[in-house]
């Protein structure tokens, strides 16, 4: 299939409400990007994205036509991240021959660009959020996203400047295609992720996720797949601990929330906030570590299979959460561009997602937590209207346990 070819299956299997075994590339050039697939990436700077970030996002260009958008703090011209894109772009395409070398096209799926200053960033904030001026002054110390100094408030910003910014540019492709705004947003996702990492999921994998979880509809009369509104890959890292012992372990727990109300982050010994955690009732949750989580993830998802029996020991359903990003999440667009939540906007109840040690809630708790209480909302008004939700209740969000990332 040709980059082409694929956008094209993936929608003709969305009407047969089936998904194949796997996606495959084949050809560099295409004319336009991937319209229902869109990666947003965001790195300190050229020298801090890693090599497995470069060589994913240009397999995900050249050999399946899906644009990336990238966010970097700071450039450096003598590891520019530019170069690197264009000299992988040429390895991928065929040896030339008589001499003649063409250029990849697909190298313009790739967008850099370089975030704005610290002080525009918070002007930025405070321009779009005039009713938190008067909640918040310079007392509020926790979760204050006009915090000019905390690194969580700073990567909120940046995130929110992104997701502003991506808004406009899709708003505008779609538009010279003449396709609608209700139309593209349903049938799109955008794909969150950081550019620090040592490996990604397959194009293919993040493409039949987004087709079978998050784009296809819900068809009552016959078995489907459970469907979300963002999936989250599985963020692991893997520790030596003695010899050839390898201890497996779920890495990103400051932003991972289990249902209905279980955030998984560990705070530092001696901690206000870890007596408090002693004091639950459901004390198991908080005495759970990276690696029982990485183990608890797994089996929970085995679990999940019909009638709660256990399953292909090798294959996972997604596992329902209350918030999760792992490196990399998969957001329908009409949810990921909602226009009352953000990335840098305040709640008090975020508060109870917050540490010690970095006194914010991670970005994607506050975005999350945002959309779970809107959506709540909406739902509420659809029941008390006799109104169906399409298979949905509230903000769905899962993590998938065979899509991982490597930090």
């Known amino acids: 299939l040709s980059p082409r070819k694929v956008e094209e299956e993936a929608f003709k299997m969305l009407n047969d409400h089936t998904i194949h075994n796997s996606i495959q590339p084949d050809g560099m050039n295409t004319k336009e990007p991937n319209s229902y697939l869109t990666l947003a990436g965001m790195s300190y700077s050229d020298n801090t994205t890693s090599d497995f970030a470069i060589n994913f996002l240009v397999d995900a260009a050249c050999n399946y036509g899906i644009q990336s958008h990238i966010l970097l703090r700071e450039r450096d011209a003598t590891m520019s991240l530019t170069k690197k894109i264009a000299a992988l772009a040429h390895h991928m395409q065929p040896l030339p ?118 784009l296809s509809p819900p068809q009552p009369s016959r078995r489907k797949a459970k469907q979300f509104h963002a999936i989250c890959s599985n963020g692991i890292f893997v520790r030596v601990k003695e010899g050839d012992y390898y201890d497996i372990r779920h890495y990103d727990t400051y932003p991972t929330i289990l249902l209905p109300n279980h955030w998984l982050y560990r705070e530092e010994p001696g901690s206000s906030r870890l007596k408090k955690k002693k004091e639950y009732k459901d004390k198991k949750w908080w005495q759970m570590n990276q690696s029982q989580t990485f183990h608890y ?91 169906n939700n399409g298979g949905r209740n509230g903000f769905n969000i899962a993590v998938k346990p065979d899509m991982t990332t490597l930090w």
């Open 97 to 214: 021959t008589g001499g003649f070398i063409s250029h990849p096209k697909c190298m313009k799926w790739i967008h850099i660009t370089q975030s704005p200053s610290e002080e525009y960033l918070l002007n930025l904030t405070r321009s779009r959020i005039p009713n938190l001026l008067r909640e918040l002054d310079e007392s509020t110390t926790i979760n204050n996203p006009l915090d000019p100094d905390n690194r969580i408030a700073r990567i909120k910003r940046s995130r929110e400047y992104q997701r502003e910014k991506l808004r406009e540019i899709l708003e505008m492709q779609n538009k010279l295609h003449e396709r609608s705004a209700d139309d593209w947003k349903v049938n799109s996702v955008i794909a969150v992720l950081d550019l620090d990492m040592f490996a990604y999921p397959t194009p293919s994998n993040i493409l039949e996720t987004a087709m079978k979880h998050i």
């Open 297 to 387: 993830i797994l089996r929970k998802a085995r679990l999940s299979k019909a009638g709660g029996a256990m399953g292909d020991m090798n294959s996972y359903e997604p596992l329902p959460v209350r918030s999760c990003f792992g490196g990399l999440t998969l957001y329908r667009a009409d949810l990921f561009f909602d226009t009352e939540c953000r990335y840098d906007g305040y709640h008090e109840d975020d508060a109870a997602f917050t540490s010690s040690q970095y006194r914010h809630a991670c970005e994607h708790v506050v975005f999350h937590e945002c959309l779970r209480r809107k959506m709540m909302k909406i739902d509420r008004m659809n029941r008390a209207n006799g109104k």
